[in-house]
């Protein structure tokens, strides 16, 4: 029996980037704007069709203040924070929404400039009488590369994962994003390259974390039959799943595993396919080691394996799993909320239309995002080609 | 009851960690024990994590534990902390984890440590770790 939520299947019919990189020409609103725009048309459709609408990041009542902006008025709206997984709960939120009967267009948008903006903050706030004031700011973390490394470095003490497994993460992101027109950063780059860049907190180097960008984008969610004049191809929403665990990092168990073990389970079930089904991965790559947890927690590989699967080039142009293959949040863009870019560089690539870097004959893909500080948020989405 | 500062008054507590800083003031560590099971737990809850009983007290802890994970930190985060410095989760004998940083030049994951205080002006004294003797 199909699922609940697959019966009737919902589809991506439209995504489009806003502008990326560094941008002065634009505001975060207008960005969304102009991208929503694109995959409306994408889909023949247009703002006056969005009858829900997802944002995360926008502003305090995110939805509403975009929802003005653009001149929508929704009758199913969300701007829940999970982070920069966000785009992908919205997704699993959007099918359910429109299963059962609750809208027909979502809208899933976001754009920020934190690279123009310079607002990147780095710790948490002091003496708020937050239990992060209280039991993190003291000591010195950074927000989030502290967290991520204590990941890290855990990770690596119990597996036995090296530098040289991480270092991969960010050569493997680099090849793609030189065959992607649009990646930020596009030089080749060697393994020996970032292991010599500078440590930040051990064992995290600068070439081991993400870009900070520019950039967002827009999807559109909805029944085929809503997109009946698409000019492009619609992307099936195979399957979706979410999960979020700790916030503070000391009241993780286990920093070696993610909440992606629940929502690539969930994921993964309702689809009806297995991870080595998957022709593309678009992993939330916000730190290299993070590549690793993922590709163990969705199955790709045994726990602690992967440093090993990862070393025969396997995610790299060419390898049996590509993955990142837009550049990745390493080297492509990352502007603050990577989610929503994932999803469209997994549409980009089962609808065939990724240039230089298409995969070739992609029929299933899983965008995976992650959100908060070192793995609170996961949520898990597995795309097909109709 | 005596008349003591409220570092929740400061926005250094809440109301329900200000027992905790009190002691901190004492250069006492403490975390919650659960009467109903005799789980340790920090930071406090109402309730128990373990099985949702509501009667729990603070009990002071022995202040040794191990080092669950480490970095050190070689950028500027923190007017207060000059780079590079050990920041690290340690797991405390009796159960709870705890962000901390290790007064040392370096340590390892694994190694065993002792609570030590860090003066800080106008607030309680910090709970930090030092590597143990041995
Ligand atoms: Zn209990």
Not at chain 1, 38 to 49: K, Q, S
Not at chain 1, 188 to 217: F, N, Y
Not at chain 1, 254 to 273: C, I, K, N, Q, W
Request: hydrophobic share 40%; aromatic share 8%.
């Amino acid at each position: 029996m199909p699922h609940i939520l697959t019966a009737s299947p919902v589809y991506i019919v439209g995504a489009a980037e806003t502008p990326l990189g560094k941008v002065l020409d634009q505001s975060e609103l207008s960005m969304v704007a102009l991208a929503a725009k694109e995959a409306l048309g994408e889909a023949g459709l247009g703002l006056r069709d969005v009858d829900a609408l997802f944002t995360n990041y926008m502003g305090e009542e995110g939805s509403v203040q975009l929802g003005e902006y653009l001149g929508v008025r929704p009758r199913y709206a969300e701007s829940s924070d999970m982070g920069g997984a966000s785009f992908e709960f919205f997704v699993h939120h959007a099918m359910t929404a429109i299963a059962t009967g609750r809208c027909d267009v979502a809208l899933i948008a976001y754009a920020s400039r934190q690279r123009s903006r310079r607002n990147r903050k780095k710790a948490a706030a002091a003496l708020d009488g937050s239990l992060s004031a209280q039991f993190e700011t003291p000591y010195g973390i950074h927000f989030p590369i502290g967290h991520y490394a204590l990941s890290a470095a855990r990770y690596m003490h119990q597996y036995g994962a090296t530098p040289e497994h991480l270092a991969e993460i960010a050569v493997a992101a680099r090849q793609w994003a030189g065959l992607n027109p649009k990646a930020w950063v596009r030089d080749p780059l060697t393994i020996e390259e970032v292991m010599a860049s500078p440590m930040l907190c051990d064992p995290l180097r600068k070439l081991d974390c993400c870009l900070v960008t520019d950039g967002g984008g827009a999807i559109v969610v909805a029944r085929k039959d809503r997109a009946r004049d698409a000019a492009k191809r619609p992307v099936r929403v195979l399957g979706a799943g979410e999960s979020h665990v700790q916030w503070h990092v000391a009241q993780c168990p286990d920093l070696t595993v993610t909440p992606g073990v629940a929502s690539g389970r969930e994921a993964f079930a309702m689809a009806g396919v297995k991870p080595g089904d998957v022709d593309v991965f678009e992993p939330y790559d916000n730190f290299t080691h993070a590549v690793l947890l993922y590709l163990e927690d969705l199955g790709f590989c045994g726990k602690g394996e992967a440093g090993a699967f990862v070393s025969e080039g396997r995610l790299r142009p060419g390898g049996s799993l590509p993955s990142m293959t837009s550049g990745g949040g390493l080297s492509y863009c990352h502007p603050g909320a990577l989610g929503i870019l994932l999803l469209i560089e997994a549409v980009r690539q089962l609808r065939g239309e990724a240039g230089d870097r298409q995969v070739p004959g992609a029929e299933i893909a899983v965008a995976h995002g992650t959100g908060g500080l070192a793995f609170s948020t996961a949520s898990t989405v597995v795309l097909a080609r109709d | 009851m005596t008349d003591n500062l409220s570092f929740s008054d400061l926005g250094a507590a809440d109301p329900t960690t200000e027992p905790f800083w009190q002691a901190c003031v004492e250069r006492r560590l403490t975390v919650q024990r659960c009467t109903a099971c005799g789980s340790h737990q920090f930071y406090p809850r109402p309730f128990c994590l373990s099985c949702e009983a509501t009667e729990l007290e603070w009990v002071g802890a022995k202040g040794s534990g191990t080092i669950y994970s480490l970095t050190t930190v070689r950028m500027p985060v923190s007017e207060d902390l000059a780079p590079p410095y050990l920041l690290a989760l340690v797991d405390l004998d009796e159960g709870p984890r705890l962000l901390t940083n290790i007064e040392a030049e370096s340590a390892g994951i694994g190694d065993r440590v002792t609570v030590a205080w860090r003066r800080r002006d106008g607030l309680p004294p910090l709970p930090v770790f030092r590597l143990s003797a041995g």
